[in-house]
């Protein structure tokens, strides 16, 4: 049996990527889904380019494990890209996969189309499986466990880097205490940081503390991450929670808009993404079309929250949504 290829870290993936050293073939697997999440996106971005003229909505497609099949999987990868060398197929968590199509992707593995990036991530994978043995043998494997106490500091200023903020020691070291090394935390508190801060100030511990005590009780941000985990039933409680508490829907939209375009700023795009900004659009142009009240407003608030958990209403627009506010 061929010998399983050395696993690597995320790091030496931007490093591969950097030199153009593409591979046809990425495991991205670990328990850090925002690591995972950010090796997606710098496949993405190495792959599609800057994409100035949103070829990439042509030129890639994601699916979930549980929702697809090795058919559906098997015809992505064998298109052509359009106006492009290559195309990018992401396959998320690919765990979810059906034994019995699992087998059936394993004739891929043995030659992938050339102008494929085929990407299957996932938290875990069941390594008794034929397919996932071999695909270890053939793919370039992104290791994302979590981060230990050393790696903190420098993940989060790199991230910070990424969202334009310069980050005093004082504040870096608030952050990573305060969110207890949870990195989907942090990357929240930073977004939220850009968007308060002005731009090219440093950021001081105060900022950090002012921003921390700006939630509603912290229910805006676990809505968030409810929705960025399609939990549909976590989604609707802390909605339901921000929405009793008081705040506007039109606040709450505009504070999602927010949210997603500072992901877009840091290169997190993604075709699911761009649906987003469509629902979002058609949400806020509902919500100030009047009519129905409190009522209205919370059941278009609600239907915006299963559509976004769900994957339903795909759309392109050209550019991330601003009208919100």
């Known amino acids: 049996m061929k010998a399983k290829r050395e696993d690597i870290g995320l790091y030496e993936l931007k490093r591969q990527l950097a030199a153009g050293d593409f591979a046809p073939l990425y495991l991205i697997v670990g328990e850090e889904a925002v690591l995972r ?15 100035e003229a949103n070829i990439g909505v042509f030129n890639s497609d994601v ?3 549980d929702e697809t099949e090795a058919a559906e999987i098997l015809t992505f990868c064998g298109s052509l890209p359009l106006f492009a060398t290559r195309r990018l197929v992401v396959v998320k968590e690919v765990g979810g996969l059906r034994a019995h199509e699992t087998e059936r992707l394993l004739p891929y593995l043995k030659e992938p189309v050339e102008t494929t990036c085929l990407v299957l991530t996932g938290g875990k994978v069941d390594g008794r499986l034929k397919f996932f043995q071999a695909l270890k043998q053939v793919a370039v494997t992104v290791a994302c466990a979590p981060l230990d106490a050393r ?4 993940w989060v200023q ?16 608030l952050l990573i205490e305060a969110s207890g090394g949870d990195l989907g935390v942090l990357c929240r508190e930073m977004e939220k940081l850009a968007a308060y801060v002005a731009p090219n100030t440093r950021v001081t511990a105060a900022d950090v503390e002012a921003v921390q005590g700006a939630d509603t009780g912290g229910s805006v941000h676990d809505l968030i991450d409810a929705l960025q985990r399609r939990d549909r039933a976590g ?6 929670k921000v929405l009793d508490a008081g ?37 806020d142009s509902r919500l100030k079309g009047g009519g129905g009240g409190r ?25 991330p949504f601003a009208s919100a506010r």
Do not use: H
């Not at 790696?151 to 420098?154: G, N």
């Not at 927010?258 to 659009?281: H, P, Y």
């Open 37 to 51: 999440d950010d090796a997606v996106a710098a496949i993405r971005a190495a792959v599609l380019g800057l994409d």
């Open 151 to 154: 790696a903190l500091p420098a």
């Open 63 to 65: 699916v979930y494990g």
């Open 235 to 240: 989604s609707l409680r802390f909605l339901g």
């Open 247 to 283: 705040e506007p829907p039109l606040r709450v939209l505009g504070f999602l808009v927010a949210c997603w375009r500072n992901m877009w700023r840091a290169r997190k795009f993604s075709e699911e993404m761009l649906r987003d900004f469509e629902l979002f659009r058609e949400t």
């Open 158 to 173: 790199d991230q910070a880097g990424v969202l334009g903020l310069r980050l005093e020691e004082a504040a870096r070291a």
């Open 295 to 319: 009522r209205k407003e919370r059941l278009e608030m609600e239907r915006l929250a299963l559509k976004l958990c769900r994957g339903a209403g795909r759309a392109t627009p050209s550019r």
